[in-house]
Protein backbone atom coordinates (compact mmCIF):
# COMPACT_ATOMS: atom_id res chain seq x y z
CA UNK A 1 0.00 0.00 0.00
CA UNK A 2 1.58 3.35 -0.84
CA UNK A 3 1.38 6.73 1.12
CA UNK A 4 -1.41 8.36 -1.21
CA UNK A 5 -3.78 5.26 -0.04
CA UNK A 6 -2.89 5.55 3.88
CA UNK A 7 -3.25 9.12 2.96
CA UNK A 8 -7.65 8.34 1.90
CA UNK A 9 -7.51 5.73 4.76
CA UNK A 10 -6.91 7.81 7.11
CA UNK A 11 -8.57 10.28 5.96
CA UNK A 12 -11.89 7.77 5.80
CA UNK A 13 -11.03 6.67 9.76
CA UNK A 14 -11.37 10.49 10.97
CA UNK A 15 -14.99 11.04 9.12
CA UNK A 16 -16.02 8.34 10.17
CA UNK A 17 -15.27 8.97 13.72
CA UNK A 18 -16.78 12.34 13.25
CA UNK A 19 -19.50 10.75 12.27
CA UNK A 20 -19.64 8.87 14.97
CA UNK A 21 -18.49 11.40 17.48
CA UNK A 22 -21.53 13.82 16.38
CA UNK A 23 -24.18 10.46 16.38
CA UNK A 24 -23.08 10.34 19.85
CA UNK A 25 -23.87 13.85 20.70
CA UNK A 26 -26.84 13.58 19.22
CA UNK A 27 -28.25 11.15 20.71
CA UNK A 28 -26.90 12.51 24.30
CA UNK A 29 -28.61 15.27 23.42
CA UNK A 30 -32.28 13.75 22.14
CA UNK A 31 -31.70 11.51 25.40
CA UNK A 32 -31.47 15.00 27.77
CA UNK A 33 -34.21 16.95 25.59
CA UNK A 34 -36.45 13.78 25.75
CA UNK A 35 -35.97 13.25 29.47
CA UNK A 36 -36.22 17.45 30.09
CA UNK A 37 -39.49 17.49 28.61
CA UNK A 38 -40.78 14.09 30.45
CA UNK A 39 -39.67 15.91 33.64
CA UNK A 40 -41.46 18.99 32.48
CA UNK A 41 -44.88 16.59 31.94
CA UNK A 42 -44.29 15.32 35.15
CA UNK A 43 -44.50 18.37 36.65
CA UNK A 44 -46.80 19.77 35.56
CA UNK A 45 -49.00 16.46 36.02
CA UNK A 46 -47.93 16.93 39.64
CA UNK A 47 -48.86 20.28 39.81
CA UNK A 48 -52.40 19.69 38.42
CA UNK A 49 -52.80 16.94 41.15
CA UNK A 50 -51.49 18.72 43.53
CA UNK A 51 -54.44 21.81 42.82
CA UNK A 52 -56.76 18.71 42.49
CA UNK A 53 -56.18 17.63 45.78
CA UNK A 54 -56.21 21.10 47.16
CA UNK A 55 -60.10 21.44 45.78
CA UNK A 56 -61.03 18.19 47.48
CA UNK A 57 -59.24 19.14 51.01
CA UNK A 58 -60.85 22.69 50.87
CA UNK A 59 -64.59 20.84 49.85
CA UNK A 60 -64.16 18.16 52.56
CA UNK A 61 -63.36 21.30 54.97
CA UNK A 62 -66.83 22.59 53.86
CA UNK A 63 -68.93 19.56 54.36
CA UNK A 64 -67.71 19.42 57.95
CA UNK A 65 -69.06 23.33 58.17
CA UNK A 66 -72.39 22.31 56.37
CA UNK A 67 -72.82 19.20 58.73
CA UNK A 68 -71.68 21.32 62.09
CA UNK A 69 -74.77 23.81 61.10
CA UNK A 70 -77.47 21.08 60.15
CA UNK A 71 -77.20 19.69 63.81
CA UNK A 72 -77.58 20.34 67.60
CA UNK A 73 -75.33 18.21 69.65
CA UNK A 74 -72.13 20.09 71.00
CA UNK A 75 -70.55 16.88 71.97
CA UNK A 76 -70.86 16.27 67.98
CA UNK A 77 -70.31 19.26 67.05
CA UNK A 78 -67.24 19.05 69.37
CA UNK A 79 -65.98 16.33 67.42
CA UNK A 80 -66.48 17.63 63.87
CA UNK A 81 -64.62 20.44 64.76
CA UNK A 82 -61.27 18.27 65.51
CA UNK A 83 -61.53 16.85 62.46
CA UNK A 84 -62.51 19.96 60.66
CA UNK A 85 -59.12 21.36 62.34
CA UNK A 86 -56.99 18.34 60.70
CA UNK A 87 -58.60 18.58 57.29
CA UNK A 88 -56.97 22.02 57.67
CA UNK A 89 -53.64 21.47 59.01
CA UNK A 90 -53.24 18.98 55.79
CA UNK A 91 -54.96 21.45 53.47
CA UNK A 92 -52.13 23.83 54.72
CA UNK A 93 -49.57 21.96 54.30
CA UNK A 94 -50.52 20.46 50.87
CA UNK A 95 -50.41 24.47 49.92
CA UNK A 96 -46.47 24.49 50.86
CA UNK A 97 -44.98 21.28 49.51
CA UNK A 98 -43.41 21.35 46.33
CA UNK A 99 -45.62 19.71 43.19
CA UNK A 100 -42.60 17.70 42.76
CA UNK A 101 -42.27 15.98 45.89
CA UNK A 102 -44.54 12.80 44.86
CA UNK A 103 -44.04 11.32 47.47
CA UNK A 104 -45.72 13.65 50.17
CA UNK A 105 -48.48 14.37 47.59
CA UNK A 106 -49.16 10.93 47.21
CA UNK A 107 -49.26 10.39 51.25
CA UNK A 108 -51.81 13.37 51.81
CA UNK A 109 -53.89 11.75 48.88
CA UNK A 110 -54.02 8.68 51.08
CA UNK A 111 -55.09 10.58 54.30
CA UNK A 112 -57.50 12.21 52.28
CA UNK A 113 -59.27 8.96 51.30
CA UNK A 114 -59.12 8.23 55.19
CA UNK A 115 -60.44 11.72 56.09
CA UNK A 116 -63.64 11.16 53.56
CA UNK A 117 -63.96 7.80 55.25
CA UNK A 118 -64.36 9.35 58.72
CA UNK A 119 -66.97 12.10 57.01
CA UNK A 120 -69.02 9.21 55.59
CA UNK A 121 -68.85 7.74 59.75
CA UNK A 122 -70.08 10.58 60.59
CA UNK A 123 -72.80 11.07 58.39
CA UNK A 124 -73.98 7.64 59.14
CA UNK A 125 -74.11 8.38 62.49
CA UNK A 126 -75.85 11.98 61.95
CA UNK A 127 -78.58 9.93 59.78
CA UNK A 128 -79.28 7.57 62.26
CA UNK A 129 -79.47 10.58 65.11
CA UNK A 130 -82.03 12.78 62.26
CA UNK A 131 -84.15 9.38 61.79
CA UNK A 132 -83.96 9.06 66.17
CA UNK A 133 -84.78 12.10 66.47
CA UNK A 134 -87.69 12.17 63.52
CA UNK A 135 -89.30 9.70 65.80
CA UNK A 136 -89.05 11.07 69.07
CA UNK A 137 -90.86 13.94 67.40
CA UNK A 138 -93.68 12.17 65.80
CA UNK A 139 -94.36 10.30 69.62
CA UNK A 140 -93.63 13.42 71.28
CA UNK A 141 -95.90 15.00 68.69
CA UNK A 142 -98.42 12.16 69.55
CA UNK A 143 -97.51 12.64 73.48
CA UNK A 144 -98.60 16.29 72.60
CA UNK A 145 -102.06 15.27 70.81
CA UNK A 146 -102.90 13.26 73.40
CA UNK A 147 -102.68 15.60 76.62
CA UNK A 148 -104.17 18.43 74.41
CA UNK A 149 -106.96 16.03 73.56
CA UNK A 150 -106.80 14.97 77.54
CA UNK A 151 -106.61 18.44 79.05
CA UNK A 152 -109.49 19.77 76.39
CA UNK A 153 -111.67 16.81 77.62
CA UNK A 154 -110.64 17.71 81.42
CA UNK A 155 -111.91 21.11 80.33
CA UNK A 156 -115.41 20.06 78.94
CA UNK A 157 -115.70 18.56 81.94
CA UNK A 158 -114.87 21.12 84.25
CA UNK A 159 -116.80 23.42 82.10
CA UNK A 160 -119.48 21.01 82.75
CA UNK A 161 -118.90 20.78 86.30
CA UNK A 162 -119.15 24.80 86.59
CA UNK A 163 -122.38 24.57 84.93
CA UNK A 164 -123.79 22.32 87.22
CA UNK A 165 -122.22 23.67 90.02
CA UNK A 166 -124.26 27.23 88.99
CA UNK A 167 -127.49 25.30 88.32
CA UNK A 168 -127.23 23.59 91.57
CA UNK A 169 -126.22 26.97 93.13
CA UNK A 170 -129.23 28.49 91.23
CA UNK A 171 -131.72 26.12 92.15
CA UNK A 172 -130.78 26.10 95.98
CA UNK A 173 -130.85 29.83 96.07
CA UNK A 174 -133.75 31.52 98.44
CA UNK A 175 -136.05 33.82 96.55
CA UNK A 176 -137.98 36.20 97.96
CA UNK A 177 -141.35 36.42 96.76
CA UNK A 178 -145.12 38.79 97.35
CA UNK A 179 -142.77 41.97 98.23
CA UNK A 180 -144.76 44.75 99.85
CA UNK A 181 -144.01 48.07 101.71
CA UNK A 182 -146.76 49.83 103.86
CA UNK A 183 -146.01 53.29 105.41
CA UNK A 184 -148.30 52.92 108.45
CA UNK A 185 -148.86 55.08 111.27
CA UNK A 186 -148.15 55.01 115.44
CA UNK A 187 -151.68 53.43 115.29
CA UNK A 188 -150.64 50.43 112.76
CA UNK A 189 -153.24 52.22 110.08
CA UNK A 190 -152.10 52.69 106.42
CA UNK A 191 -150.04 56.24 106.63
CA UNK A 192 -151.85 58.38 103.76
CA UNK A 193 -148.77 61.14 103.77
CA UNK A 194 -145.23 61.06 104.87
CA UNK A 195 -145.26 63.24 107.88
CA UNK A 196 -148.08 60.80 108.90
CA UNK A 197 -145.57 57.70 108.70
CA UNK A 198 -144.01 56.13 111.74
CA UNK A 199 -143.45 52.95 110.52
CA UNK A 200 -142.04 51.20 107.29
CA UNK A 201 -143.43 47.62 107.44
CA UNK A 202 -141.97 45.40 104.91
CA UNK A 203 -143.73 41.98 103.98
CA UNK A 204 -142.54 38.80 101.52
CA UNK A 205 -142.20 35.50 101.42
CA UNK A 206 -139.46 32.85 101.84
CA UNK A 207 -140.54 30.49 98.61
CA UNK A 208 -140.81 26.64 98.63
CA UNK A 209 -137.54 25.65 97.79
CA UNK A 210 -136.29 21.65 98.93
CA UNK A 211 -132.53 21.97 97.26
CA UNK A 212 -131.59 24.78 99.44
CA UNK A 213 -129.83 24.28 103.19
CA UNK A 214 -132.03 24.15 105.55
CA UNK A 215 -131.51 25.80 109.23
CA UNK A 216 -131.10 29.23 110.56
CA UNK A 217 -131.33 32.19 108.09
CA UNK A 218 -130.06 35.63 108.19
CA UNK A 219 -132.12 38.28 106.14
CA UNK A 220 -130.76 41.10 105.53
CA UNK A 221 -133.39 44.02 103.93
CA UNK A 222 -131.56 47.95 102.70
CA UNK A 223 -134.19 50.62 102.07
CA UNK A 224 -132.66 53.30 99.47
CA UNK A 225 -134.19 56.35 99.50
CA UNK A 226 -134.78 58.32 96.15
CA UNK A 227 -131.10 59.94 96.45
CA UNK A 228 -129.90 56.26 96.67
CA UNK A 229 -128.66 57.06 100.38
CA UNK A 230 -129.54 53.68 102.78
CA UNK A 231 -131.43 54.36 106.07
CA UNK A 232 -130.00 52.74 108.56
CA UNK A 233 -129.47 53.00 112.25
CA UNK A 234 -126.32 53.54 113.91
CA UNK A 235 -126.58 49.84 115.24
CA UNK A 236 -126.80 48.65 111.97
CA UNK A 237 -123.45 46.64 110.53
CA UNK A 238 -122.33 45.15 107.41
CA UNK A 239 -122.96 41.96 105.78
CA UNK A 240 -121.14 40.20 102.64
CA UNK A 241 -121.95 40.18 99.28
CA UNK A 242 -119.97 39.92 96.19
CA UNK A 243 -116.60 39.55 98.12
CA UNK A 244 -116.89 43.22 99.80
CA UNK A 245 -118.93 44.34 102.82
CA UNK A 246 -122.21 46.69 102.48
CA UNK A 247 -124.48 48.14 105.53
CA UNK A 248 -128.00 47.35 105.52
CA UNK A 249 -131.08 48.85 106.78
CA UNK A 250 -132.45 45.75 109.08
CA UNK A 251 -131.66 41.63 109.72
CA UNK A 252 -133.73 38.80 110.64
CA UNK A 253 -133.01 35.85 111.68
CA UNK A 254 -136.00 33.17 111.05
CA UNK A 255 -135.96 29.12 110.59
CA UNK A 256 -135.94 27.56 106.96
CA UNK A 257 -137.07 23.71 106.67
CA UNK A 258 -137.22 24.33 103.16
CA UNK A 259 -140.85 25.50 103.12
CA UNK A 260 -142.68 28.64 102.73
CA UNK A 261 -142.35 31.27 105.30
CA UNK A 262 -143.81 34.35 105.57
CA UNK A 263 -141.41 37.40 106.75
CA UNK A 264 -142.47 40.83 108.38
CA UNK A 265 -140.03 42.93 109.30
CA UNK A 266 -140.69 47.15 110.73
CA UNK A 267 -138.58 50.31 110.03
CA UNK A 268 -139.04 52.75 112.63
CA UNK A 269 -138.87 56.31 110.95
CA UNK A 270 -137.21 58.48 112.88
CA UNK A 271 -135.65 60.41 109.92
CA UNK A 272 -136.79 62.77 107.58
CA UNK A 273 -138.49 61.15 104.52
CA UNK A 274 -138.73 62.78 101.53
CA UNK A 275 -141.19 62.41 98.93
CA UNK A 276 -140.15 60.05 95.70
CA UNK A 277 -139.62 56.67 95.04
CA UNK A 278 -137.52 53.83 96.86
CA UNK A 279 -136.31 50.34 96.67
CA UNK A 280 -136.33 47.93 98.68
CA UNK A 281 -133.37 44.90 98.47
CA UNK A 282 -133.41 41.55 100.32
CA UNK A 283 -130.40 39.51 100.78
CA UNK A 284 -130.01 35.70 102.31
CA UNK A 285 -127.08 33.26 101.83
CA UNK A 286 -124.34 36.47 100.33
CA UNK A 287 -127.08 36.14 97.34
CA UNK A 288 -130.00 39.09 96.37
CA UNK A 289 -132.53 37.25 96.59
CA UNK A 290 -135.71 39.81 95.81
CA UNK A 291 -136.24 44.03 95.17
CA UNK A 292 -138.95 45.94 94.91
CA UNK A 293 -139.45 49.56 94.59
CA UNK A 294 -142.51 51.68 96.41
CA UNK A 295 -143.04 55.59 96.36
CA UNK A 296 -143.97 57.88 99.10
CA UNK A 297 -146.10 60.44 98.33
CA UNK A 298 -146.76 64.24 100.56
Avoid: C
Avoid at 21 to 35: D, K, L, R, S
Avoid at 164 to 188: F, H, N, W, Y
Avoid at 201 to 221: C, D, L, Q, R, S
Amino acid sequence: MDASEKSIRNKSLIIFGVIVVIMIIAGGVYYIFHQDRQMKDMVEAFALEKESLSDDYEELSLQYEDIKFSINNDSLIAQLTTEQMKVQRLMEELRTVKATNARRINELKKELETLRKIMRNYVIQIDSLNAENTQLKKENQKVVRQYQQASSAAAQLTKEKEKLTERVTMASRLDATAIQVKPITSKGKDAKRIDKTAQLMVTFHIAKNITAPVGEKVIYVRIMKPDDDILRKPSSGTFAFENREIAYSMAKTIEYEGEEVAVIMYWDVEEYLSPGTYRVDIFADGNQIGRKSFALEK
